[in-house]
């Protein structure tokens, strides 16, 4: 199956890739300059991945799937939340937005409940600017007292999952793609992409005969966002 990654951020690009496997071949927006980006106005994670699913669901064929992601800690009250990637500015790097939640948490002591927090993705599967269904993956783990080590990006530097003492950025990448929570929600959306293809197409989980339908079928392209 071609997935095309509705985004231009190449570390997603590289992970949404490496989680789906050898089975799938992933490209992402950079082919398709036509498409703008998007506004992320909803409320909830749930809110913004079926706002970007159903305006690229409306421009390119076959299923589009939309991911949207972030960390919620709960010495902020749940923030950075749906707020993750514009935590410290629209164009703050991931260094800024690191800075900025450090010292929103940093009397908050290292044992302490306070620095729980947990990364949150939704994915939401829509075609021609109709929503089919999401998928929710959760990790727990806590707040680290400084960033630590040089893998992923955004947060993954200062994200300790829970049964490890190494941040997202210093396990190895196999290891986080195994446990995250964009992993775990890719991994339910796997289980259930044959009947989403039989609802959408008219067809039996599978893909039926006749060469199957955009995202379904091998050699055929869903949109990833």
């Known amino acids: 199956?071609?997935?095309?990654?509705?985004?231009?951020?190449?570390?997603?690009?590289?992970?949404?890739?490496?989680?789906?496997?050898?089975?799938?071949?992933?490209?992402?927006?950079?082919?398709?300059?036509?498409?703008?980006?998007?506004?992320?106005?909803?409320?909830?994670?749930?809110?913004?991945?079926?706002?970007k699913a159903i305006a690229v669901s409306k421009k390119l064929p076959g299923l589009v799937i939309a991911d949207d992601s972030g960390l919620e800690v709960q010495a902020l009250g749940g923030a950075p939340g749906i707020q993750s990637a514009r935590y410290a500015g629209a164009n703050a790097s991931d260094k800024e937005r690191i800075a900025k939640l450090l010292s929103r948490v940093a009397n908050v002591e290292a044992k302490s409940d306070q620095r729980r927090a947990r990364f949150r993705c939704v994915l939401a599967v829509?075609?021609?600017?109709?929503?089919?269904?999401?998928?929710?993956?959760v990790v727990e783990g806590k707040i680290a007292e400084r960033p630590r080590g040089s893998h992923g990006f955004g947060y993954d530097p200062i994200f300790i999952p829970d049964g490890f003492e190494e941040t997202f950025a210093e396990l190895p990448e196999e290891v986080?793609?195994?446990?995250?929570?964009?992993?775990?929600?890719?991994?339910?959306?796997?289980?259930?992409?044959?009947?989403?293809?039989?609802?959408?197409?008219?067809?039996?989980?599978?893909?039926?005969?006749?060469g199957g339908a955009p995202g379904c079928a091998a050699g055929a392209p869903a949109a990833l966002i």
């Open 126 to 137: 829509a075609r021609d600017g109709q929503v089919l269904a999401t998928f929710e993956g």
């Open 176 to 210: 986080k793609n195994n446990i995250s929570h964009r992993a775990k929600a890719i991994r339910k959306l796997q289980a259930k992409l044959p009947t989403l293809c039989g609802e959408a197409y008219g067809f039996g989980a599978g893909g039926g005969g006749g």
């Open 1 to 51: 199956m071609q997935l095309i990654v509705a985004t231009r951020n190449a570390h997603k690009t590289r992970e949404i890739e490496q989680i789906f496997g050898s089975a799938s071949a992933v490209r992402d927006l950079t082919a398709h300059p036509e498409i703008s980006e998007i506004t992320e106005s909803g409320t909830s994670f749930e809110e913004n991945a079926k706002l």
